[in-house]
């Protein structure tokens, strides 16, 4: 399943701390599991049920991992250290920032909809308890946390600002 998952997702190479990078995917391979998912199914699950944009679900995280990543190194290049940011914990809380869709949402009759746990729970908890069990550090599961509203009424790190707004950036930009 690893190598299915960095095919999908080969933004994980570029986590260059190994143990986090295994906890990323270790936590996909979780995730997948409890959803009753297959790795070759994110490219169908849409990204949002809010609307039909036909961009999937790793279209999106995808997305959202490079201008993450595209934020940071804009970062580095004009502010050098001045504005620190952790590129791995960045990586990592981009890549899995919707980890908890996987399941917050089911297919049944070829309908994606919300599932009994996503009925519960929104993805951002789900998502942070799937990364928490997996043992990433507390800074990925706080992005994880904070990346949607439910994060709003609480200070985000540098790194959980940079992955929240680029994944409002892909949200409202896609029709």
Same mark, same amino acid.
């Given at each position: 399943?690893?190598?299915?998952?960095?095919?999908?997702?080969?933004?994980?190479?570029?986590?260059?701390?190994?143990?986090?990078?295994?906890?990323?995917?270790?936590? *996909?391979?979780?995730?997948?599991?409890? /959803? /009753?998912?297959?790795?070759?199914?994110?490219?169908?699950?849409?990204?949002?049920?809010? +609307?039909?944009?036909?961009?999937? *679900?790793?279209?999106?995280?995808?997305?959202?991992?490079?201008?993450?990543?595209?934020?940071?190194?804009?970062?580095?290049?004009?502010?050098?250290?001045?504005?620190?940011?952790?590129?791995?914990?960045?990586?990592?809380?981009?890549?899995?920032?919707?980890?908890? +869709?996987?399941?917050? !949402?089911?297919?049944?009759?070829?309908?994606?909809? +919300?599932?009994?746990?996503?009925?519960?729970?929104?993805?951002?908890?789900?998502?942070?308890?799937?990364? *928490?069990?997996? /043992?990433?550090?507390?800074?990925?599961?706080?992005?994880?946390?904070?990346?949607?509203?439910?994060?709003?009424? *609480?200070?985000?790190?540098?790194? /959980?600002?940079? !992955?929240?707004?680029?994944?409002?950036?892909?949200?409202?930009?896609?029709?």
């Amino acid at each position: 399943m690893t190598d299915e998952l960095k095919r999908l997702l080969p933004e994980v190479e570029w986590i260059e701390d190994r143990a986090l990078r295994e906890g990323v995917l270790a936590t *996909y391979t979780r995730a997948l599991a409890e /959803g /009753g998912w297959e790795p070759e199914d994110m490219a169908r699950i849409p990204f949002t049920l809010l +609307k039909a944009s036909g961009v999937s *679900y790793v279209e999106h995280v995808r997305a959202v991992t490079r201008i993450a990543r595209a934020a940071c190194d804009t970062f580095q290049d004009l502010f050098g250290g001045r504005v620190p940011l952790n590129r791995d914990v960045l990586l990592a809380g981009a890549l899995l920032h919707d980890v908890g +869709k996987l399941v917050e !949402v089911e297919e049944v009759g070829g309908v994606f909809r +919300k599932s009994r746990s996503g009925k519960a729970l929104r993805h951002p908890f789900s998502g942070a308890a799937l990364a *928490y069990a997996a /043992g990433l550090p507390p800074e990925v599961v706080h992005i994880i946390a904070v990346h949607s509203k439910e994060g709003d009424p *609480y200070p985000r790190s540098p790194e /959980g600002a940079v !992955v929240h707004h680029a994944d409002f950036i892909t949200f409202d930009a896609i029709p």
